[in-house]
């Protein structure tokens, strides 16, 4: 199994040719990874008909040589003295020798001061924007893309296996963060998928908490939200819990979102609008006692980016497809009191779903 | 000792005032840490003669409050519903409150297409790109500032103490640079400065060497370059090793790298282009039998970002000021060899330089 290069760049010179389109710029690091197999930084991509060029320096030429020339991608790799040549001519010369008139470029990702030294290099051309061309494209994983995203959600499972027996009364909320981070990262992941959200008590309630000298208390309520990666993919799983005996009010609360959480992925298959797999989870939230703290939004898209198209919320207008890579989490925040949130990583496929993530979903841990 | 936060939004507000302007548009997050003391994401910043704006929605409201709204900061925090409003609507309101019209915006931090959309939505302002405005300011570090790289450099000196014992035969790169990841952690550091690099042998010689697999080996050498965050701001260190007994050219290699950085660090003071220091380490190096193979540019400023301005190198223009924190990182890459570079952080003082990183530059180590 490997990543398909070729298809991946058959299907971009195809919409780039029904759009009368001679060439693509590409700015994001993101898509050069998708695209080129570069994982570097301070790179150029240029993707015409016939040609793939990556524009680099002298930092990164040989990581872009051993990375984007070899038996299943043949970029020309073009070194550029920055001393010497500005990056617009460094791309005037790629598109005059490929007669391109007609670009596009990544408007998304770009910043206005960097994209008018280049536009105001190459007065010749006619430029359109291209906006989520290849995030479009990218929300469709391959079989190569899919098992990074397994493999990087198995490293997560393993890793949270390690830390739950560590979870003990006094234990703060950033040693353990520390302890899930290393050992992920032991476990083979490169870095972490994002910082890691592990919160105890109220502060579990934060969607964004940041690690702190917390101590943990009987009877808390604990959410850990964390990730892996894997050659560039990203896993992004959350568990919530309880220290020690759960009361009446925290078990319904993870009923709830146990219970919504099952329905969501219960209507998911490819061609149901993303929207209705929100209103499955919805209806379980908003019948219950808990509907006034309900999160927005029931997930997104996982990749090469942590959070990708498809954006799975009420307003969605998207319909999900086979090889969608999308989390499911639904979610519970009490300001002042605590949050509950469970997440997993799924695969649409044609008739339900593949969950990549396993870690069971226990609610009471012993402390 | 406090971040200066009054004394940093005057000098702004007076150098808009100088240019008849009458707000900024801040959009980069590091500048929105250093302006607003706000360090979450999904926020947009505005700065008037008498107002001061940090546009942001309810999944950063809280942390937004925490931080922006205390005794040393009164930003106004603005909650927007991003389904019923949109950013330039936000904007808009908040300009039109205050009578402003002649408007600058950071055009190096906002993208082409997220420009486009807010300023279509603003027909009636006149607006100016910000260049470097505040990365200006940022390279002048106030005490407080410096406490906080001095406390990362700490972490990483001591961090880099406990895993020196550990480079043993057959060790991994991997293996190295996550067990020093861990300890700068656990001594306190939030997250890394950067993506360690440490590299063994002839990966030495790679600038930007992601570590491997590839086992320690007697003889080998061995770069280290790493650092630590404190409050949002890193620090910068390499250090390079032998393993075990040095061999004549490994020796040479070292002598010539030590004695280029310790000439540019003689020449360091207040009121030195930053050229001059440049060369400095660059008559060394040329000098050498290792001319050829001698890194481009002597370092970087440091603080928020950990690439910042002044950067220093032979077509530097900038003067050395006081309280510029700079790193100076002379070395020598051959490829398929090896590589050698030390690199310290220094404050520039009146009339010379504090050294803000520690550890021992010692060369040999036993394993």
Not at 105 to 130: C, D, K, N, R
């Amino acid at each position: 199994m490997k990543p398909q290069f070729e298809q991946r760049l058959a299907t971009l010179r195809k919409r780039l040719l029904e759009s009368g389109q001679d060439a693509l710029l590409i700015f994001s690091p993101d898509n050069l990874r998708y695209l080129f197999n570069y994982s570097g930084e301070a790179a150029y991509g240029i993707v015409t008909q016939t040609g793939l060029y990556l524009i680099t320096d002298y930092r990164f030429l040989e990581q872009a040589q051993h990375e984007c020339v070899n038996e299943q991608i043949a970029t020309e790799v073009i070194c550029r003295d920055r001393d010497r040549q500005t990056l617009a001519q460094a791309i005037a010369a790629v598109l005059s020798d490929e007669r391109a008139l007609h670009i596009m470029y990544e408007a998304e990702h770009i910043s206005v001061a960097m994209w008018q030294s280049i536009a105001a290099g190459l007065p010749e051309l006619l430029f359109t924007p291209a906006l989520a061309m290849l995030e479009a494209q990218r929300k469709i994983k391959d079989e190569w893309e899919v098992e990074q995203i397994r493999q990087a959600a198995a490293i997560a499972d393993q890793a949270l296996a390690i830390l739950l027996p560590q979870l003990k009364l006094g234990v703060s909320e950033r040693e353990m963060a520390l302890e899930l981070d290393y050992q992920m990262q032991r476990l083979g992941s490169e870095g972490v998928s994002f910082t890691t959200i592990l919160g105890f008590g109220a502060r579990s309630a934060l969607p964004h908490c940041i690690p702190s000298a917390r101590p943990l208390q009987q009877g808390d309520l604990i959410v850990i939200d964390f990730g892996a990666v894997v050659n560039g993919y990203r896993s992004d799983m959350t568990r919530s819990f309880v220290a020690g005996k759960a009361d009446a009010r925290q078990q319904a609360m993870f009923d709830t979102v146990h219970a919504a959480q099952s329905a969501a992925l219960a209507s998911l298959h490819a061609g149901l609008p993303a929207s209705e797999a929100d209103a499955a989870a919805g209806a379980i939230l908003n019948a219950s006692e808990f509907a006034s703290y309900a999160g927005k939004g029931l997930g997104h898209g996982l990749g090469i980016k942590l959070h990708e198209q498809p954006f799975m919320g009420p307003h969605c207008h998207e319909v999900l497809q086979a090889n969608y890579v999308v989390t499911v989490e639904p979610g519970i925040y009490i300001p002042g009191y605590g949050g509950l949130r469970l997440e997993d990583d799924v695969r649409i496929t044609p008739q339900a779903y593949e969950c990549l993530t396993h870690a069971a979903k226990i609610f009471e841990v012993e402390i």
